[in-house]
């Protein structure tokens, strides 16, 4: 298995920081058969954005969320403002995060630390489903 590639369209979330792991999971089984490679994640979006970082303290994402809303106010002198306070914010964000991520693959599984997870990060105070691009490359074992 030299390529796989597949679109993940998420549910809407609400603003904020979101640990979207088992969804990426769940859309490829074909990650098991990867004995070595990369699954490199990509957001199709400009006003949300991807990140990897801690899953165990709920606290976490809400601080994230709260730095960020510092880092990037709604009541900043935007010039970009039709549509709406949040939106240019949320490209702020974006662009300071990124727009994808890549974890190395071992065995079928995904070489996270112990403490990460994969994170959507949106930005937008209403936002519907965002689609994810999820490219694997690897190679099977050899048996």
Known sequence: MPWFQQTLQLP?????????????????PELRRVDVGILHVFIQHTSASLTINENADHDVPVDLEAS??????EDFDYRHTMEGPDDMPAHVKAA?????????IDDGR???????GI???EHRNRASGR???????????TD
């Open 12 to 28: 809407p979330f609400r603003r904020g920081f979101h640990l979207i792991t088992s969804h990426v999971l769940a859309a490829l």
């Open 68 to 73: 960020f809303n510092a880092i990037a106010p």
């Open 96 to 104: 300071l995060l990124g727009s994808s991520v890549t974890i190395p």
């Open 110 to 116: 995904l070489l996270l630390g112990t403490w990460q």
């Open 119 to 121: 994170y959507l990060c």
């Open 131 to 141: 689609k994810l691009v999820l490219t694997l490359q690897g190679q099977a074992p």
